[in-house]
Structures are given as C-alpha cells and as structure tokens.
C-alpha cells in the first residue's frame, strides 16, 4: 500500500509534483495536462483521481448538507457544505493517481 500524503511523481523521472500545481489543475484545467518542472512530461489525473476528487468534495458536502448538519440555519449549513467542499479540494492532491498523457 503506499504512504498517503505522499504527492504524486513524475512517471518519467520521478520527480515529485508541487502541490499547487495539481490543485490547480483540478480548479480550473480537467482537459490540460500537467508538465514536470524537471523533465517536462505531460500527466493527465487518472479517472479513479477524478472520482477521488469527487468523493473528497462534492460527496461530503452533499451527504453533511442533507443528512449530519446540527444546525437549522439553512445558510449556517451551506456555509459548513462550502468549507468542507473546500478542505476536501485542499487534500485531493495527495491522493490523486498520475498517468502518462497520451
Ligand atoms: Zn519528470
């Protein structure tokens, strides 16, 4: 099993990737891929690293908004949806898969 909090490499050179590099892409680039600061090869995110995106955001905050929230306040309970959609976006990085873009 691999350590988590690990972030990805290079598959070429095995260079780590920066975190924000990969934050980036999920935030605005899903269609660009990502280049190595030390050799220049392309990664893309792997599918299963999409869906890790999606499970670490967008899930949580659906399943706390409907379900766990203490709170009556409908905006009370959006704003802690939006801040764990944001915690969850924060730690993607270190559990997407890279894969060699094609
Ligand atoms: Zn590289």
Known sequence: ???IFVLRK????NKQSSWYKIYKYFLWLHNKSIECDNC???HKI??????????L???PAIIFMN??????NFFVTLGIGIVILTVGSLL???FVEFKEAV
């Open 40 to 42: 220049g090869a392309e």
């Open 67 to 72: 379900y766990l929230s203490p709170f009556g």
């Open 46 to 55: 792997s599918i299963p690293g999409r869906f890790a995106f999606v499970s």
């Open 10 to 13: 290079c598959v070429n050179c």
């Open 57 to 59: 955001t967008v899930i």
């Open 92 to 94: 993607t990085p270190y």
């Open 1 to 3: 099993m691999e350590v």
